[in-house]
């Protein structure tokens, strides 16, 4: 499942003139019965809110206020994310005849045409807020508060990531939420401005767009919108024509091979420092010890200390959190086991979570051999195997692979050997490559095969540098000659 957490508007979207219907609380309460989480986000007070929508228990969370404040139905807890107004500049704003005020717990808010008075009371006082506008009314917040941030703060501190997250709107006020959102919606009667932004409009308006939705998501993970989704995806560099070569987000796995020395370990950092600057969580499990300095990377295990499988999870907790596995400590015949012991632990963070949403396993060929199989298998997606013995890989895994990423000398015998396990035909026009480039061939996009110039990495791998020692030194240089001899 990618998406774990569901956030609507109130008005506008699942309420209309205020009301919300029976046929969109029960498609909602299907939406929590999918074990997903439904949140709430809107404008309103809570007092207001749990007036005019008595069922709001349905939801597992509300951000009100327009952000500024968490409420948990269940245990009736509250949470402010800015400071209560100053009880002074209310009065002022009183006595200067804004007679249609509300004050929240954070909020303030008003009509027009009272904003020019709110913004004059504002410098009058020296204190900073914010105005943000909603069909005509003015809300009055602290600086940095809105509903994508209202909302972050609670993705975070139930460990879900904004990549997981579909949002439905109708309002300026919207906007926000939907540009964090994996996938941002709106219903058919939203302003055109946030129609704009949305990736997806819903053919009706109000709550019946918000049923549609509903169907959606629990029809197929809202394949049928995400799937023409790109602005999501992942730069990894550029087509010799000039055209930026990028991933899915969300795709079955991919293999990258070639000769030693041909760069994999480079483009490797180059797919992961991608992955970081587009907020998606990756796992890199790292047999030989080559990533143990990949920054803001959190490194479990080194040469003398096996990982522990209960903090890994606790490690992978945190979306924002990249972490590698390195099982240097595991001997060579023992690694196999130990992989087949981890990925049900990764697993079991995806199905709660939707993270790790990368997983890169170096030195495949050594985890996951020729004769492995399991049931683990099945619905893994999102991973990148990286090793340059492809008859050596698991064949099971590597059918799950619908695309081939080749770097280094020799690519046709790399290719051909792919196709042969997969029962794939070869791509045509099989070119030699640099150093620097590397040779896609993508199984679903018509058998399409290319040659790209990957994104140096800004941190530069200082490939298996714990095989090796270079230095000078000096008069104590020798030269080593041996003899060899043979007897017949």
């Known amino acids: 499942m990618r ?14 003139n205020g009301k919300v219907s029976h046929d969109v609380i029960e498609k909602v309460q299907a939406i929590k019965s999918s074990n997903r989480t439904i949140v709430l986000v809107t404008g309103r ?3 207001d809110l749990k007036n005019v929508f008595p069922e709001y228990t349905i939801f597992d969370f509300i951000v009100a206020e327009n952000g500024a404040l968490i409420y948990t139905p269940s245990t009736g807890k509250e949470e402010l994310l800015g400071e209560t107004p100053d009880e002074n500049f209310i009065k002022a704003l009183q006595e200067k005849g804004v007679n249609r005020l509300s004050v929240g717990k954070v909020i303030v808010a008003t009509w027009e045409p009272f904003q020019n008075v709110v913004l004059q009371t504002i410098k009058k006082f020296g204190i900073e807020r914010q105005i943000i506008f909603n069909k005509g009314a003015v809300m009055i917040l602290p600086p940095g508060i809105n509903k994508a941030t209202g909302l972050q703060s609670l993705l975070n501190q ?48 109000h709550e019946k767009g918000v049923i549609e939705l509903a169907n959606m998501l629990l029809e197929n993970d809202l394949d049928t919108i995400t799937k023409k989704q790109t602005r999501h995806n992942i730069s990894l560099g ?19 091979t070639g000769s030693s020395g041909g760069g994999k370990s480079t483009f490797t950092v180059s797919i992961t420092e991608s992955l970081a600057n587009s907020g998606y969580q990756f796992c890199l499990i790292d047999p030989e010890g080559d990533y143990l300095e990949l920054p803001d990377t959190l490194i479990i295990g080194n040469k003398k200390a096996v990982p522990e499988l209960k903090e890994i999870i606790e490690l992978l907790k945190p979306a924002k959190q990249n972490v590698v596995i390195c099982i240097l400590s595991i001997p060579l015949q023992d690694r196999p086991a ?37 049931p683990l298998f099945e619905d893994l997606n999102n991973f990148i195997l990286i090793g340059h013995d492809v008859e050596a890989i698991a064949t099971e895994l590597l059918k799950k692979t619908r695309m081939i990423m080749v770097v280094g000398k020799n690519i046709e015998k790399s290719l051909s050997l792919y196709c042969k396990i997969t029962n794939i035909s070869m791509p045509k026009n099989i070119n030699p490559i640099e150093l620097g480039q590397v040779y896609i061939y993508d199984i679903d996009n018509s058998n399409n095969s290319f040659v790209v110039n990957y994104t140096q990495p800004q941190k530069i791998q200082e490939r298996h540098k714990r095989k ?19 007897s017949v």
């Open 238 to 256: 550029k087509c010799e024509d000039g055209n930026e070569f990028s991933i899915r987000p969300y795709r079955p796995g991919i293999l990258l």
């Open 158 to 205: 139930l460990h879900f990531s904004h990549h997981n997250l579909v949002a439905i709107g109708d309002a300026e006020n919207d906007s926000a939420m939907m540009l964090t959102a994996e996938c941002a919606v709106a219903v058919n009667n939203a302003l055109p401005s946030l129609k704009q932004v949305a990736d997806f409009v819903t053919t009706s308006s």
């Open 338 to 374: 130990f992989f087949l012991n981890i990925l049900p632990v990764i697993n079991q963070c995806r199905n709660e979570y939707g993270h790790p949403h990368w997983l890169l396993i170096d030195e495949v060929h050594h985890l996951v051999p020729k004769s492995t199989v399991t």
């Open 3 to 16: 998406f774990h957490v569901f956030a609507s508007d109130y008005d506008g979207t699942l309420a209309r």
């Open 45 to 47: 007070e809570l007092p």
């Open 468 to 486: 090796y020692a270079f230095g000078e030194m000096g008069d104590n240089n020798f030269v080593l000659q041996v003899k060899i001899t043979s």
